[in-house]
Structures are given as structure tokens and as C-alpha cells.
């Protein structure tokens, strides 16, 4: 008999050029191309089994069962392998994280990459590399990218079929630091899903999204070049931009902190001052403090003298969704 359960572990992602916007909401076929770098060290591990007792989709997530909300994003998901496989069971999901969810750490990109791994292979789909980040962005857009590991671009994509991610660099390529220094653990009031909506209301999106191949063109070189200098100023601009979005929409969306500020204002003095740091934010108030490894413990050390620091998580490059097949 076909054992219908799988157990994979995927990895969040932090965008260098970010995407904000879908073109297509129902698609998640996000507004503009992004590219980023896959973290190790942060993951969830997702199991799933169909089982043709069961009346409903059970989820769990971090011990707990999902909120109605989580929990009908999730059942989406599985319908649409559902519909992919031909299997009709409805499935025991279990979700662990070992990160705080909704703060700026991208928890869905990685809940959404072990899903997808974890609900096609238990249903028998033998996808490739590229059919799972197309899944994968159905269920959360960043997620296509945490398929894969290391350095990752997302193409925009004008159809479901082009909408995927795929591998610029691997993680061995550049030892890059992301230092996230944490200044909240609580959950965000608005998410990422209700903040692409509104982005078309800012006047600022348009030129925002018709920028956007110039800065990945200079981001993608930078990564090939390993040039820090070049990516410091676009993943800077790109973020700054980004946030200048949030901003500026109706109603304004507010992600940034005085602690994300302070430290912004930090790490600008400390790459004058000849460190190869910069900063990037998420949806969210924790600032990504991307370094290079010779110079990240100095980073650390001087991060950790600035008040209001809750917690700091060190990843370096990581690898892309890969099943457990202890399980
Ligand atoms: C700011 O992938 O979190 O992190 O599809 O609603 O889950 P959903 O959106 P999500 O959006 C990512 C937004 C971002 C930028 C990025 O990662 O490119």
C-alpha cells in the first residue's frame, strides 16, 4: 500500500530585492522580481498524511492547533495538490518552526516550501524542482524561492507556469552573515498577504516596480562579482523603497520601529566606518543585518550594545526544501 505521508524541512529566505505587490492576488503572481538569499539554521519542519478517516484537514502548528485563518490558507494549499493528485483524503498537518512567525522573519516562506515538499510527495506527485516553487508560490509568494538554496531569484512571470524560482548561486558561492536583530517577537497587525494589497495604492508602487529589473540586474551582478559594496547600496535602496511603499499607501502600512531606525542609523556608520554590513527589512520591524563572515562578529559585538535588542539570529547561506526520509 502507497504510505501516504511525508516530512520535509524548508528554510525561510531573506530578499537582497523584494517583491511587494501581486500582479495576479489569486495567483500570488507577484508585481515585480525579487532575489534572495535561502538561511540556515532557521527552519520548519512540516509532516503530512492523508488519511481517508479523517472528516477535515487537522493542523498544528507550533504545538497548537492553527488559528481558523492559518488553517484555511493551509486547506487551500492541500486542495489544490488534492486536485493536482486525484487523491480526495483530507490530511493530518504538523508544522514546527524554530522562529517566531509574523515578524519580519518570512515564516511563511518556509512554511509554505516544507508544505509543498512534504503534501506532493505524500500524495504521490513526483514534482521537479520547478513545479514545487510554482506550488509553493500559491501558498506564499516568497516560498517559490525557499525551494531552492543559497542565492535565489523569482521571475515576476505573466502566467502560473512562469511565475517560479530557481537557483542564481549556491550557498557555497559567498559566505554572507544575515545577523537578524530581533526588537519584537509579537505577531504583526497587518500580514504580507493583506499588505499586497494595498500596494497599488501608493503612488510610489508603479515607479517602484518599473525599477525593479535595473536593481536586480546590479544585485545579481554584485552576487556573481561578489562585489559587497554594490549589493550594500542596492539591497539598502531596495528596502528604503519598499518601506517608502508601505508608507504611502491608504491606509498607511507602518512596519519600521524607532529600534528598526536605530539600528538602520547604525550600520550606516559602521560601513562608513569600513565594515561590509548592510540593512534590509521585511513586513515587519527586525532588522537583516547582511555582513560579510570576516567581518560579522564585529557586527555582532557592536549590535549587541545597542538597547531595545531582544535576541539575535546568525545564518549564513542555506540549503533549499529537502524531504526527510527518516520518515
Ligand atoms: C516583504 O511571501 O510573505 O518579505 O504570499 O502573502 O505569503 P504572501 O507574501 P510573502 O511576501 C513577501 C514580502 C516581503 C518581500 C519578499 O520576501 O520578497
Known amino acids: 500500500m502507497l504510505d501516504k505521508r511525508a516530512t520535509a524541512i524548508a528554510s525561510p529566505n531573506i530578499a537582497f530585492i ?181 500596494a497599488p495604492t501608493s503612488p510610489i508602487q508603479a515607479v517602484r516596480v518599473q525599477d525593479a529589473d535595473r536593481r536586480m540586474a546590479i544585485c545579481k551582478n554584485a552576487i556573481l562579482q561578489k562585489d559587497f559594496q554594490t549589493l550594500a547600496q542596492i539591497v539598502e535602496q531596495d528596502s528604503n523603497l519598499m518601506h517608502s511603499v508601505m508608507m504611502t499607501s491608504d491606509p498607511p502600512l507602518h512596519y519600521l520601529e524607532p529600534e528598526s531606525i536605530s539600528i538602520m542609523k547604525h550600520v550606516t556608520r559602521w560601513r562608513e566606518d569600513g565594515l561590509a554590513v548592510c540593512y534590509t527589512i521585511d513586513a515587519g520591524p527586525n532588522v537583516h543585518c547582511i555582513c560579510s563572515f570576516e567581518d560579522s562578529h564585529e557586527v555582532e559585538r557592536q549590535l549587541r550594545s545597542i538597547d531595545g535588542l531582544l535576541d539575535i539570529y546568525r545564518c549564513s547561506p542555506g540549503n533549499g526544501v529537502a524531504l526527510n526520509t527518516n520518515n
Open 18 to 198: 523584494k517583491y511587494w505587490g501581486n500582479r495576479d492576488p489569486a495567483l500570488r503572481l507577484p508585481a515585480n522580481a525579487s532575489l534572495s538569499m535561502t538561511l540556515a539554521n532557521l527552519q520548519t519542519e512540516t509532516a503530512v498524511q492523508f488519511d481517508n478517516l479523517l472528516e477535515s484537514d487537522q493542523i498544528e502548528i507550533n504545538g497548537n492547533p492553527a488559528s481558523v485563518q492559518a488553517a484555511s490558507r493551509v486547506t487551500e494549499h492541500l486542495d489544490l495538490i488534492r486536485t493536482l493528485s486525484g487523491l480526495p483524503s483530507f490530511a493530518n498537518v504538523c508544522s514546527l518552526s524554530n522562529f517566531p512567525a509574523g515578524a519580519g522573519i518570512a515564516s511563511s516562506a518556509s512554511a509554505f516550501a516544507a508544505l509543498t515538499a512534504a503534501a506532493s510527495s505524500a500524495a504521490g506527485l513526483d514534482l521537479d524542482m520547478k513545479q514545487l516553487s510554482i506550488l509553493a508560490r500559491r501558498g506564499s509568494g516568497s516560498a517559490a524561492r525557499s525551494i531552492f538554496g543559497g542565492f535565489v531569484q523569482l521571475f515576476s512571470g505573466e502566467t502560473d507556469e512562469d511565475g517560479y524560482a530557481e537557483q542564481l548561486a549556491p550557498a557555497e558561492h559567498w559566505h554572507l552573515v544575515d545577523l537578524i536583530a530581533v526588537v519584537t517577537k509579537e505577531h504583526k497587525s497587518t500580514g504580507s498577504s493583506a499588505g499586497h494589497l494595498l
